[in-house]
């Protein structure tokens, strides 16, 4: 009978065993290299649907010891959703690390300075991280200028320049609401200099998109922001092409004429005195300092040289042959 109870408790310890180390090999990795597997968990999905999903990918070996590991670790219920990159070398323990500290795969966004809404969209779409449509919605949307602390009739301007890393399933509102968070602690530092100077918020981005768009070269930003504080001090029109080329649809790249003279285009500067109703582009910090701090110069004029620089003037006669150099052969 001793003997018999002996045999049973062995083959008991033996079958535990075994299956302790089964449980063990469920739970390493699936393999010592290799590429990396893409996981999307959805929103409000069940341990067994994250599991089933894992497995399915490759990122597991077994879906019943992860969903066991995730329950005898109190896990369970503390997974989330999003999307995330899985090496094959990572074992369970890691798996479940990842998706319950929401350690999600981001995608680079890259935004230079000068681009517009549709634009910025453009690029969001491109990474995969929602609808252009959508995006262009929330800027458009008026509501969230004032929601967001900004000023002006849309987000243009407001979409800070920069590298984001987004990761899949943020909304377009939240997307939108980070860039306008980075522009407004670059604005920061910069508001008691345009108080100084009375310009308000919107003024400020307005002029910098222009400077944006005018010029790529560094140096020139704070020239360009004299020329325009100068001319708007004296009463002048702006007379910028950036502006009245924003203000046409479909353009197709070659400013004429009857661009010049749409007095039914609200950016046409060329007839409408003053600021244009809103930014043209959305500006970096280089351009909006450049118009609180702009050069100490009484230029009124500016020309292209074609070698990305500008010609800058005091006199119109002075700017006229300029004109003539630069841009008419000397003619």
Not at 14 to 38: E, F
Not at 232 to 242: H, I, K, N, V
Request: net charge neutral; proline share 6%; glycine share 8%.
């Amino acid at each position: 009978m001793r003997r018999a109870l002996l045999l049973v408790a062995a083959a008991a310890l033996l079958g535990l065993a075994a299956l302790a180390a089964s449980a063990y090999r469920a739970l390493q990795p699936p393999a010592r290299s290799g590429a990396s597997v893409v996981v999307e968990i959805p929103r409000g999905a069940a341990l067994g649907a994250v599991a089933a999903l894992l497995e399915d990918a490759g990122a597991i070996r077994s879906a019943r010891a992860f969903r066991w590991l995730a329950r005898l670790t109190g896990r369970a219920s503390a997974l989330r959703a999003g999307e995330y990159e899985l090496a094959p070398e990572l074992g369970a323990a890691e798996v479940l690390e990842r998706l319950a500290s929401g350690a999600v795969m981001t995608h680079r966004v890259v935004l230079p300075e000068g681009l517009r809404v549709e634009e910025v969209a453009a690029r969001i779409e491109a990474a995969g991280l929602g609808t252009a449509a959508d995006f262009i919605g929330v800027a458009r949307d008026p509501a969230n200028v004032a929601a967001f602390g900004v000023e002006g009739a849309s987000l243009e301007g407001y979409l800070f320049p920069e590298t984001y890393e987004l990761a899949k399933g943020i909304p377009p509102s939240e997307i939108a609401r980070l860039m306008v968070d980075h522009f407004l602690s670059v604005w920061g530092p910069l508001a008691p200099q345009a108080k100084e100077r009375n310009l308000s918020m919107h003024e400020v981005v307005v002029l910098a998109s222009l400077i944006e768009k005018e010029t790529g070269a560094p140096e020139e930003r704070p020239l360009i922001a004299a020329v325009f504080l100068n001319r708007l001090a004296r009463g002048m029109r702006l007379e910028t092409d950036p502006a009245v080329i924003y203000g046409i649809a479909d353009f197709d790249g070659n400013l004429r004429r009857v661009h010049l003279e749409d007095a039914g285009n609200p950016y046409n500067t060329y007839l409408h005195a003053g600021l244009p109703p809103g930014p043209i582009a959305n500006p970096g910090a280089a351009a909006l300092r450049a118009v609180v701090e702009p050069a100490e110069a009484d230029y009124l004029y500016f020309v292209a040289r074609k070698d990305g620089t500008h010609q800058f003037s005091r006199t119109y006669g002075e700017h006229v042959r300029a004109v003539n150099r630069f841009q008419r052969n000397g003619r």
